[in-house]
C-alpha cells in the first residue's frame, strides 16, 4: 500500500500544503520546526489511529475552526479516496470516497503505517502507558476489528473509576455494593479480552522482534515479558509461546482479585488492578550473557538498538500478517542512530515498500537513491527536482 | 453581547442537548425571523406539552393520562413487560409490530460517570410491578431487558437480571449482533463476540 497523494488544510502550521508521494523512498528536508514532523503525523492521522504524539486540538492552525487532511491510497487494486475532519470539542470525522464511515476506526482498515521518530528511546526507558500504547496499536493495525475491544476496556475502566471515586454512596449501601459488582463484571471482562489480546500481540511479535535485535546489535538478545499484578507468570509464559489462551480463564483471575482488593480499591477511590496498571518487561543480553531488565541496566546504545528492534518487529510483523507492506514513516531517526544502527535501518528500509523519511540535513543519507524529495521551510512545501 | 432578550433566548437554547452556541445562536436568529403566529405556536406548543403531558403512573411512558395508551389497552399481554430506557424505544419496538405485551421506562441507564445509579431510575417501580404471585392472573411472565446495548445499557441489564433472577420471573435480553446487512468480515470483534454468545438453534 502506498499514499499518492497528501493534501492538508489549517492543519498545524500548514495554511495549504500537496504532495505527490512516490511509492518508494521519499524524503523531506527542512531546518528542525518547519513542519517535517507534520507531515508525517498528518500520513499517520490516515491510518485512524489518531496522533502518534498529541491530541486532536493541537492539530488545528491557530486561528482556524478546523483541520482538514486529504489522502489518495493505493492498496492493492483499489484507490480509495480518505477525507477526515478536526474540530476542537469533538471526534475527528472521516469520509472515504467521499462517503462518511461511522467512525475513523474504518481508516485502519485501508491503511497501515508504523511511525518511528526520535523519541522512541522512551519505548524501552519511558513510562508504562507508552509501552501499553504501543502495543494497543499493534493489536489494532494487525486486526482492525479488535478496535471495539479497546473502545469498550476504555470506557468500562472510566466507569467503574467514576463509581469507586464516588464513594461512600448514599442511599442503601446493599444497592451500591450490587452496582459495583456489575461493573466488576464489565471490567473483567472488557479487562480479559484486552489483555488477551495483548499477550497475542506480543507473541506474534516477539520472534521478529529478536530476529531484529541479532541482527542490529550483531548478537545478543532481547526478551520481553508481560507484567501484570493478576495473571501468572506461568499463564503469560505459556501464552507467549503460542498456548492457546482461554479468556474466561483470565477474566476469572481478573474477577477473584477484584473481589479479594474490593474494599481497598473502594478506600483508593480507583481501580487498583487490570490492564491500564500492566506493562511490558524489556530484557537484553550480550553474547554470551543472561538477560538484564534494559531500563536500569542496559547502555544507552543497547537501549536504543532495543527499540530499534520493536519498531522494525512492528513492520515484520504487519507485513507479515497483512500480505501488504506498511507505510514507513521515519522521524529524524538516522541523526540519533550510530554508522552501524544507521547502515542497518538503511539496509532495511531500502527492502521496505513505501518510505518517508524527515532529515534536517541537507544533503542527509538517502537523498541521492529517494525518488522524490520535498523541502520544507515555515509551512511550505516545495518538490525539489 | 446582544440585546437582552435576545441573548436570554440563546443562553435557554444553548442549555438544550445536542445544541451549542452556534447553533442556538443560528436558530435565535431564525425564530427572530418568525411571523407574530409562527412564534406564538410555537411558545403554545412548548407550554402546552408541559401542561398537558406527564408520565404514566404505572410505566413512566409519556402520557396525557393518568395512564399511557399501552398500560389502558386490554388486549396487550399483560404477562409480560418489555424494558426501555427511553419513551422513544418504545415507538421503535411498536413499529416492529413484533411485542404486544406491556412497557416499562427506566427513564435513563446507570452510569457513574454521569452520577447516575439504580436509585436514580425507575428500578423500585419496575420490582413493584413483579410482585403479584407467580400463578396469579395479574403476575408478569416474563421481562425482556430493552436497554441499549452500549456498555452502559448492558450495565444496567445485568443489574436488572440480579435483582429479577430471584424473584421466579424469567427475564431476556434482546439479542444484540450482527447487523442486517453487513459483512461478517467487517465485524467489529466486540459485536461479533457478542452475537456468538447469543447465537440460537436453527428451527
Ligand atoms: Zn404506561
Redesign the interface.
Known amino acids: 500500500m502506498f499514499v499518492r497523494k497528501l493534501a492538508l488544510e489549517d492543519f498545524r502550521n500548514y495554511e495549504r500544503a500537496a504532495l505527490e508521494l512516490d511509492p518508494g523512498l521519499n524524503l523531506l528536508i527542512g531546518r528542525n520546526a518547519q513542519g517535517k514532523t507534520n507531515l508525517l503525523e498528518a500520513l499517520y492521522l490516515l491510518s485512524g489511529l489518531g496522533s502518534p504524539r498529541s491530541s486532536d486540538s493541537a492539530l488545528i492552525r491557530e486561528g482556524a475552526d478546523r483541520a482538514l487532511v486529504h489522502g489518495c491510497v493505493v492498496r492493492g487494486s483499489r484507490t480509495l479516496e480518505i477525507d477526515m475532519e478536526f474540530r476542537s470539542g469533538r471526534g475527528p470525522r472521516a469520509l472515504v470516497n467521499k462517503t462518511a464511515v461511522p467512525g475513523t476506526r474504518e481508516l485502519s482498515e485501508i491503511t497501515t503505517c508504523v511511525f518511528f521518530g526520535p523519541d522512541e528511546l522512551s519505548l524501552i526507558k519511558g513510562s508504562p502507558e507508552g509501552r501499553r500504547r504501543f502495543l494497543d496499536d499493534v493489536i489494532v493495525k494487525l486486526r482492525p476489528a479488535r478496535f471495539g475491544i479497546r473502545r469498550e476496556w476504555d470506557r468500562v475502566l472510566k466507569q467503574r473509576n467514576a463509581l469507586l471515586r464516588s464513594w461512600p454512596r448514599s442511599g442503601d449501601p446493599r444497592t451500591a455494593v450490587e452496582t459495583l459488582e456489575v461493573w466488576d463484571e464489565a471490567f473483567a471482562r472488557a479487562g480479559a479480552a484486552l489483555a488477551a489480546a495483548r499477550l497475542e500481540g506480543l507473541g506474534a511479535l516477539l520472534p521478529f522482534c529478536r530476529k531484529r535485535y541479532e541482527a542490529v546489535a550483531g548478537g545478543g538478545r532481547i526478551e520481553i515479558g508481560y507484567v501484570s499484578s493478576w495473571l501468572s507468570e506461568a499463564l503469560v509464559l505459556e501464552s507467549l509461546d503460542g498456548a492457546e489462551l482461554d479468556p474466561g480463564e483470565l477474566q476469572d483471575a481478573l474477577a477473584s482479585r477484584l473481589r479479594e482488593l474490593r474494599s481497598r480499591e473502594i478506600e483508593r477511590g480507583q481501580s487498583l488492578i487490570g490492564p491500564q496498571r500492566d506493562d511490558l518487561a524489556v530484557r537484553l543480553a550480550s553474547p554470551g550473557e543472561t538477560v538484564r531488565d534494559a531500563r536500569s541496566f542496559g547502555s544507552q546504545g543497547e537501549q536504543r538498538t532495543g527499540a530499534l528492534a520493536l519498531k522494525l518487529a512492528e513492520f515484520d510483523l504487519l507485513s507479515d500478517a497483512l500480505d501488504e507492506t506498511p507505510i514507513l514513516l521515519l522521524d529524524d531517526v538516522f541523526s540519533e542512530l550510530d554508522p552501524a544502527r544507521r547502515a542497518s535501518l538503511s539496509d532495511a528500509v531500502r527492502d521496505m515498500g513505501q518510505a518517508v523519511l524527515t532529515s534536517a540535513e541537507p544533503g542527509a543519507k538517502g537523498s541521492a537513491t529517494a525518488n522524490t524529495v520535498y523541502e520544507v521551510v515555515s509551512g511550505e512545501v516545495r518538490r525539489r527536482d | 453581547m446582544y440585546a437582552e432578550p435576545i441573548q436570554r433566548l440563546i443562553d435557554e437554547l444553548a442549555r438544550l442537548p445536542g445544541i451549542g452556541p452556534k447553533s442556538a445562536q443560528r436558530v435565535a436568529f431564525h425564530l427572530l425571523k418568525l411571523s407574530e403566529d409562527d412564534a406564538g405556536r410555537l411558545a403554545d406548543a412548548i407550554v402546552d406539552v408541559k401542561a398537558r403531558v406527564r408520565l404514566c403512573d404505572v410505566c413512566f411512558n409519556v402520557s396525557d393520562q393518568e395512564l399511557c395508551e399501552y398500560c389502558r389497552d386490554d388486549r396487550r399481554d399483560r404477562t409480560m413487560i418489555c424494558v426501555v430506557q427511553e419513551p422513544p424505544d418504545i415507538v421503535a419496538l411498536e413499529r416492529t409490530r413484533e411485542y404486544d405485551g406491556l412497557y416499562h421506562v427506566l427513564q435513563g441507564h ?4 454521569e ?1 447516575i ?3 436514580d431510575l425507575r428500578i423500585a417501580e419496575l420490582l413493584e410491578r413483579l410482585k403479584a404471585p407467580p400463578g396469579s392472573p395479574e403476575a408478569i411472565q416474563e421481562v425482556i431487558v430493552a436497554t441499549n446495548p ?3 445499557g ?2 444496567t441489564a ?2 436488572l437480571g ?2 429479577i433472577g430471584p424473584l421466579g420471573v424469567k427475564v431476556t435480553r434482546l439479542a444484540s449482533g450482527l447487523p442486517v446487512g453487513g459483512d461478517l468480515e ?8 457478542r452475537a456468538l454468545s447469543g447465537r440460537r438453534r436453527i428451527q
Open positions: 446507570i452510569s457513574p460517570i452520577g445509579g439504580p436509585e452500549n456498555i452502559e448492558e450495565a445485568m443489574y440480579r435483582l467487517y465485524a467489529d470483534e466486540v459485536t461479533l463476540g
